[in-house]
């Protein structure tokens, strides 16, 4: 923002209705002070149904100490559109309400309204909401709050042109990932700097290490300089023939992409720790109960926990600490609800009704959110329709999922206008139990019985309505981690091309009826993210043996995967792809391992030759398709590490051995919302450390970088202070050679974070 601008610069008092009390027991109306610049509103974001607008605790822009951000909620000329937006809204504001005091998720201020006007600048009545009549309650707070703000809004008609309606306050932080890893401008132009002086000197200390940023960026250029971080990058760059060029924006996954290039392990720990950052901050709202006992909820009902159901960079917000490491919150808590069966809260309307916004982000949604909702035509098994007496026997229900498109999942619910059920009252029931048939018949078991039909006969047309809860937000996790660890490769396409397309069973077995080669080869996530991860065999036997020397679960598995493993190294050992411009020069000290005949004999001697030759052609297929080649590789033309692929697995894979989400061997009654996950993401984030902790692909040095602290902390500083021009005319000076230990692979490289 320039000095001119900067001097049109002004305030408005908007009043703001709070959850404090003052001592007559009235609510507290507090005054925020809203910046526009010429009129205009100045804003921090846009999203699909809301704007988010800048604002200070004084009107002395200099003199202000507290920060907030501003949510308005964007007008739709569609009624249909605007009443479904509107929902969205309000139950974003009363959930931000309700899980404010949580660690981990951004907290509430309080709410408002300026007038609603349409296109034409009309003014529109909005009916009112419970949550709206609940704060008029008490001395019509709301309503004198909403008068002062029209008055105050009234000189500034390009202001109400861009901005009115109802709006909440939140504090404002540094921005969001997504900002932080695609926000094109340098970081020290965003309004919050350019308008606030003590987020000026916040970041000042980060802007003082402008010039040593720039030396570790140009160092990085020299395969010299990164053999003091890790020497086994540094090999892997013999013989280029001109240094990777610097980042050409300031975008955050710009900077990534090109330390990956340089340095892949120190982009592979940054990665790791950052996703582990988020899996910690979503682990305190998944192991929060969706109700209090002390509330009056009834103590015989189960226990149900929150899920976030939106999880994508964009709804994660970083507040920087110079001292320290990034502390993040979660936002956008529209969507959250419980993992119990009332799953359809949050939807904002009936899903099959036009401009209702579904759950999830693209690029992020689980399988259950890609198809929320599939129109079905079924028949309904007259049998399950003949009361006894006054009970009801479960409805069944058959179709024909042609395709295996519908794809229903006990939890799923199937609702129908034409069916009224016994115990609900409702026109919707959960889907209890999925049996399959041949010719792609699906017969459907409900948990309610059947009060009447009102079409009169057995053939109806319904709906199947996705769950989603807490394993959607575990997907979204391995989504986020895709995204990062690929430098921005789709992570939805990654599943739907190379994950969803492996079949849970294959009808192979040997002839004392175990498992054959196929369904152990589909049966972990283990074996699949051997036999899909591109790198070197001695980097992912390296990473896999000391990866799984402290994670119990990874360790029970190697015992199923260690009859497809030698397979694979076969495969490896005899791959016909062009290689990658890293592999042409790549020099690796491998360690004196027994031929792929050898380890054949050892681990699998009761299967036939031609099995174990089909099984290596099966592997040696995966690897060399095309499919597998661009999605397993990040945008550098780099293979993405075993540790991270494998994570990536465990974490958008389920129902397999080692899953973090998995209904064992029951799937036809068990539903994903009746699994225990309310700690496994706190599994994760355990699991990602011990990937940092342990294996060499994620252990760069750190040591001649050490007054940062952390590889995670180094990226933040550099996004946050990075310009195109400053690295230009920087020499590239020589930093200290570390102390080394003599393992080849690095594996006893000492971390200082």
């Known amino acids: 923002m320039s000095e001119t601008a900067i001097k049109q610069l002004g305030t408005i008092t908007l009043s703001v209705v709070t959850d404090q009390r003052d001592e007559k027991g009235q609510r507290i109306v507090r005054p925020l002070y809203l910046v ?15 704007t988010v607008i800048a604002a200070a605790n004084s009107a002395e822009l200099e ?14 000329p569609s009624p249909m559109i605007m009443r479904n937006i509107r929902s969205r809204f309000f139950q974003e504001i009363v959930r931000t309400r309700q899980f404010s005091a949580y660690d981990g998720l951004i907290s509430y201020r309080g709410f408002s309204r300026v007038k609603m006007l349409d296109k034409g600048g009309t003014d529109v009545d909005m009916q009112q909401r419970n949550f709206e009549v609940e704060l008029n309650k008490d001395g019509d707070a709301l309503t004198l709050s909403t008068k002062s703000n029209v008055e105050e809004a009234k000189s500034l008609k390009d202001f109400l042109n861009s901005v009115h309606g109802e709006f909440f306050a939140m504090p404002a932080l540094e921005g969001s990932l997504e900002d932080f890893l695609f926000y094109e401008r340098p970081w020290s132009e965003r309004p919050l700097y350019t308008l606030f002086s003590s987020y000026k000197r916040a ?44 980042p050409r924006d300031c975008r955050g996954m710009t900077i990534l992409n090109y330390i990956g290039r340089c340095a892949p392990s120190i982009r592979n720990r940054i990665v790791v720790d950052l996703v582990e950052s988020v899996a910690t901050t979503l682990a305190s709202l998944h192991e929060k109960p969706a109700h209090d006992r002390r509330d009056g ?6 226990v149900s926990y929150l899920a976030h159901r939106d999880m994508k960079p964009g709804n994660v917000l970083f507040g920087f600490v110079t001292t320290g490491t990034p502390v993040l919150k979660l936002s956008d808590l529209g969507f959250v609800g419980s993992t119990s069966v009332s799953l359809l809260e949050s939807l904002g309307g009936n899903v099959r009704e036009p401009g209702v916004l579904p759950l999830g982000s693209i690029l992020f949604r689980g399988p259950e959110q890609i198809v929320p909702c599939v129109e079905v035509r079924f028949e309904i098994d007259p049998d399950s329709m003949k009361p006894s007496g006054e009970k009801r026997p479960p409805l069944t229900v058959t179709f024909h999922d042609i395709g295996g498109i519908v794809d229903p999942k006990p939890g799923d619910l199937l609702e129908c206008q034409e069916l009224e059920f016994h115990n609900s009252g409702d026109t919707k029931a959960t889907i209890a139990r999925v049996d399959r048939g041949e010719q792609d018949l699906v017969t459907i078991t409900l948990n309610d019985g059947l009060e009447s039909n009102r079409n009169g006969g057995e053939f109806n047309v319904g709906y199947v309505v996705k769950a989603s809860g807490q394993h959607t937000d575990i997907f979204a996790l391995g989504s986020m981690l895709y995204l990062l660890a690929t430098g921005g490769r789709s992570p939805e396409s990654f599943y739907l091309k190379c994950l969803e397309s492996t079949p849970t069973q294959v009808g192979d077995s040997r002839e004392d009826g175990e498992p054959g080669f196929y369904r152990e080869f589909h049966g972990s996530c283990l074996s699949l993210a051997m036999s899909l991860c591109l790198s070197d065999e001695a980097d992912i036997v390296n990473d896999l043996e000391a990866y799984s020397a402290s994670d119990r679960e990874v360790a029970a598995q190697l015992a199923v995967a260690n009859r497809v493993r030698p397979s694979v190294i076969e495969a490896w050992n005899d791959q016909r792809r062009p290689p990658h411009t890293w592999e042409r020069n790549l020099v690796v000290e491998k360690k004196r391992r027994p031929t792929a005949e050898q380890l054949l004999a050892k681990h699998v001697p009761n299967h036939s030759s031609k099995g174990k030759e089909d099984l290596v052609r099966y592997v040696r297929y995966w690897r060399q398709s095309p499919t597998v080649q661009h999605y397993l590789t990040d945008v550098t033309g780099q293979p993405l590490p075993f540790p991270i692929v494998y994570e990536i697995v465990r974490c958008m894979v389920r129902d397999k051995e080692d899953s973090y989400v998995t209904r064992g061997e029951d799937t036809k009654s068990r539903s994903f919302q009746d699994l225990q996950l309310q700690t496994k993401v706190a599994d994760i984030a355990r699991s990602l450390r011990n990937v940092v902790q342990r294996a060499p692909s994620v252990q760069p040095n750190i040591n001649a970088y050490g007054s940062y602290g952390s590889w995670l902390k180094l990226f933040f500083c550099a996004r946050m202070c990075y310009e195109r021009q400053m690295t230009r005319s920087m020499p590239i000076t020589r930093v200290a050679e570390p102390t080394r230990k003599s393992d080849p692979q690095d594996r006893g490289m000492e971390i200082g974070s």
């Open 63 to 76: 003199n202000a100490t507290e920060f907030f951000a501003l949510k308005f909620l964007k007008w739709d």
């Open 203 to 246: 970041i000042a200390p980060v802007l003082a290490r402008r010039d040593e940023i720039a030396t570790f960026l140009k160092n990085l250029a020299d395969p010299r300089q990164v053999s003091a971080i890790r020497a086994r990058d540094a090999e892997a760059r013999k013989g280029e023939k001109s240094p990777p060029p610097l």
């Open 36 to 50: 526009h610049e010429g009129n205009r509103p100045v804003k921090l974001g846009s999203g699909r149904y809301a």
């Open 297 to 302: 909820a009834p103590s015989d009902e189960p």
